[in-house]
């Protein structure tokens, strides 16, 4: 019987240290994901994964790193007093009940030797960092236990259906070649019952893996959160034990803040958005971006969203899922032949070129339309996001042959870059700002033509 859970493990590798130097540890955070085998040899809190067989590891361990150790260790990450130390600090997948404990093959301050040099030399005594205490500080008051049966127990209950995700279900997908696995999203905030414990735990996550972040308020109701589930059937035998009829176990999640938009709207703004590296790759990332814009979109008190300080890579995801959205309904206008409005464009009065076919006039009303409508707001794209989404969507259908054309798109583009840098550009002179202005255009002009290889 296997108990599928989320673990962590802090994993650091010694660095060669100058002789009669004190052992300092390079800190190298590594995250495990196992399945424990509960009838057969159960790893562990000393246990290494070295001890285990090819197979053993292959059904055990799926490891990964975490971004960021700093928020813990400082920023040179190093541990202090120690060899070979290993800090275990495991995630029962579903309710994020977790284990800490550690292990080592020497501390400082247990070595009678290193003490008796320090009292020799009149040097301080030696003392090892409180690597537990550190951790343990990051951690939620409640839901951590360094007893090992303990968790184990947890995740046996977890995996027997006492778990179930709290809010309200939103979303559910699944993933070709995840037989019988569904993924769920739940909507959640600090009045849903269970959130503000389950959320303290989620915190610890975005500090390994998000940059310069800090935890959320648990005292400010603005903030919603969008969580997603893999749901699995029950461990056999176990149905009767718990009201659940499935397991579910954490697979990434998504906060988001309220303020106020005159006169009486809501701007959302997208804060953490992560998604556990077991789990990239996999279209997560894509399905609860769309998610959570979709619920947006549904709210007539929403005015518009954007993003907090979006790292490059979600900035992509995000540019590949609104253009996207742009697309599939310049194909619904089309097909539908609905009136455009007046074209952005004067290419678009012209015979368009897109990937070797001409490009018919309902197709080019149907672009105008759609830029007329984020314009409008309709999409609810921040004016920044908007003009992104704009310029992309014409660069597809802009014929590279019509000089005319071309021109008008530049100078488009340059016009949005020169307000936005308009500061730092208005105090070169005229020639350089001109260079400045056509670099930066064609570095902004290749970054939309690697968004739309992702579209084609």
């Known amino acids: 019987m296997l108990l599928r859970q989320l673990t962590k ?15 300092t540890t390079k800190s190298s955070l590594k995250v495990q994901a196992e399945d424990a085998v509960l009838n057969g040899r159960p790893m562990q809190p000393g246990a290494s994964s070295s001890n285990l067989s090819h197979n053993e590891k292959e059904e055990q361990v799926r490891t990964f790193h975490p971004e960021f150790t700093y928020p813990l260790f400082g920023d040179e990450e190093n541990l202090f007093g120690y060899k070979d130390p290993v800090v275990r600090l495991h995630y029962s997948a579903g309710s994020l009940f977790s284990f800490l404990g550690m292990s080592y093959t020497y501390r400082i301050d247990k070595d009678p030797e290193a003490l008796a040099k320090a009292k020799k030399i009149g040097d301080a005594t030696p003392k090892a960092d409180d690597v537990l205490a550190i951790v343990r500080a990051k951690l939620p008051e409640k839901g951590v236990t360094d007893d090992y049966s303990t968790f184990m127990e947890q995740v046996r209950r977890d995996e027997q259906g006492a778990f179930s995700p709290m809010g309200d279900k939103v979303h559910e997908y699944t993933v070709k070649g995840k037989q019988g696995v569904v993924y769920e999203i739940y909507k959640a905030n600090f009045a849903t019952p269970r959130f503000k414990s389950y959320n303290a735990a989620l915190q610890v996550f975005c500090l390994f893996f998000i940059e310069g972040a800090s935890a959320i308020d648990a005292e400010d109701e603005a903030w919603e959160c969008y969580l997603l589930f893999e749901r699995r059937p029950l461990v056999a035998g176990s149905e009767a034990r718990y009201a659940a009829q499935f397991a579910w176990a954490l697979c990434g999640f998504s906060t988001v803040y309220t303020f ?6 809501k701007r959302m703004r997208i804060s953490q958005v992560l998604v556990f590296p077991p789990y990239q790759k996999m279209g997560h990332g894509k399905q609860l971006y769309h998610t959570v814009k ?21 900035q992509i995801l995000r540019d590949i899922c609104d253009l996207q959205d742009l697309l599939d309904d310049v194909e619904k206008i089309r097909k ?27 197709t080019r009303a149907a672009v105008n339309s759609v830029v007329e409508q984020v314009k409008n707001g309709e999409y609810k794209l ?16 802009l014929d590279s042959r019509d000089k005319k054309a071309c021109q008008e798109y530049r100078l488009l583009v340059k016009k949005r870059l020169y307000q936005r840098n308009e500061e730092v550009l208005s105090g070169m002179e005229v020639t350089e700002m001109q260079g400045k202005l056509q670099e930066t255009f064609e570095s902004v002009e290749q970054g939309y033509r690697d968004i739309l290889k992702h579209l084609l």
């Not at 493990?9 to 052992?23: D, E, G, I, M, T």
């Not at 106020?260 to 709207?265: A, G, I, K, R, V």
């Not at 979109?297 to 929403?302: A, D, F, P």
């Not at 004016?383 to 660069?395: N, P």
């Open 336 to 362: 539908a032949k609905t009136t455009a409005a007046p074209p952005s464009l004067s290419s678009l009065h012209l015979p368009v070129l897109a990937a070797g076919r001409v490009v018919d006039m309902e």
């Open 382 to 397: 921040s004016k920044g996001q908007a003009a992104r989404c704009i310029e992309i969507l014409l660069l597809k259908f």
């Open 260 to 265: 106020w938009c005159w006169p009486d709207q």
């Open 9 to 23: 493990a802090f994993a650091h590798s010694p660095l060669r240290n100058p002789a009669k130097q004190p052992p």
């Open 294 to 314: 979709k619920e947006f979109l549904s709210r007539k008190e929403i005015a518009d969203f954007g993003v907090e300080d979006p790292n490059d890579d979600f």
